[in-house]
């Protein structure tokens, strides 16, 4: 049998990296974020090295795998609204981008040109 310790050094440091990055999603920092899934790929080599040398989980392993899980949920939950909210923020900015004015061609006839703006200013 093989020894595990290596692999659970490993769960162990990406449970650590995914409180970390729920941390950071739940304050919005971009900029640490990617800091986070940096080491995220620092730590999935070591992983997978382990996996090709068939290691075998045994009960802590598959203990940290299922905390892994929920803490990944709950990461994917976090970003899928943040990206909600900006997509509804965007949409509320936005929304008379399509709004039409009238404006004179050079040719001295009238033209439909559309302003483009990022700001609504209806409000």
Partial sequence: ????RRLQDALRE???VL????SVL???D??????IVEKKNAIIPVILEEQKKGVVADESVKVYALEIEKLQEVNQLLTRQAL????EIYKALSKNTSAKYKTYSKA?????AKEV???DQSV
């Fill in 84 to 87: 909600s909210f900006q997509e």
């Fill in 117 to 119: 703006s990022i700001i």
């Fill in 108 to 112: 001295g006839g009238m033209n439909n």
């Fill in 19 to 22: 409180n970390e990055e729920k």
């Fill in 1 to 4: 049998m093989n020894d595990t």
């Fill in 26 to 28: 739940l304050r919005n």
């Fill in 14 to 16: 990406l449970i650590k």
């Fill in 30 to 35: 971009a900029v640490s974020l990617e800091m």
